[in-house]
């Protein structure tokens, strides 16, 4: 492998894993984006505005550090895990085994969110609440009497109705990361980033880093990226 092909490999390897924003850009949306990706969310914001929707990003690129962050608040209690309905877990009651698949139900290991790559986004409809709503980015929230439940119809309609680049990665529970149907994903760019990612690479990350319950993740790698990582409907 030439120099040139190995620097860039190394970048996007980096890029997979959160750790270089070279190609996102933090200016144009609400929230930063890859940049290849800023002209079709434009063009669905338009769609959307047109079904008399305000769609607004609530997530998009998330690098490495502040995932890190995340998992860890979760694992130490300092943030809320969840269970299956969404309910708050005390994590005084529970092993670091069931803490760790908890957490990763509805939190990514670091290293291996689709938010590192800037391709993937979190929407919500913000003509749908006042501003002093706190957005919480649950299933409860799209269902009959959530505050997006016309929003997320109508997104239903235009994903299955419009070849489009656009698709749910946690459509369904495959049995890895819960339901998310505010999660979207631009098929072009995240299928690159989705091929350099590995299981040796994500190994070798977790092990360098100052991450909680490091020795049970390290234990159950396989599953976790068999289950959890790679485990998405395209």
């Not at 092909?5 to 144009?28: H, M, R, Y």
């Not at 063009?43 to 607004?56: E, I, T």
Request: glycine share 4%; proline share 3%; net charge negative.
């Amino acid at each position: 492998m030439n120099v040139d092909k190995l620097n860039k490999k190394n970048v996007l390897n980096a890029a997979s894993l959160g750790k270089d924003s070279q190609s996102i850009d933090f200016v144009t949306l609400e929230k930063p984006i890859h940049c290849d990706v800023v002209n079709a969310i434009a063009a669905l914001k338009q769609k959307a505005a047109l079904a008399g929707f305000d769609l607004m990003l609530a997530s998009g690129f998330r690098n490495f550090d502040r995932q890190l962050r995340i998992w860890n608040d979760k694992a130490t209690g300092k943030r809320q895990v969840l269970d299956e309905n969404e309910d708050p877990i005390n994590i005084s009651f529970v092993d670091k085994s069931e803490l760790l698949f908890s957490i990763l139900r509805w939190t990514a290991l670091p290293g291996s969110s689709r938010h590192h790559w800037g391709t993937d986004f979190d929407i919500f409809d913000a003509s749908a609440i006042e501003d002093d709503y706190t957005l919480q980015l649950t299933v409860k929230e799209t269902k009959k009497n959530g505050p997006f439940e016309k929003f997320y119809c109508w997104l239903d309609q235009h994903l299955q109705s419009e070849p489009n680049d656009f698709f749910r990665p946690y459509e369904e529970d495959l049995g890895g990361v819960a339901v998310e149907p505010w999660h979207l994903s631009y098929r072009p760019m995240a299928k690159v980033y989705d091929d350099a990612l590995s299981l040796s690479l994500i190994e070798a990350t977790i092990k360098s880093s100052e991450i909680v319950l490091k020795e049970e993740i390290l234990e159950n790698i396989n599953e976790i990226y068999v289950r959890f990582i790679k485990n998405v409907k395209v």
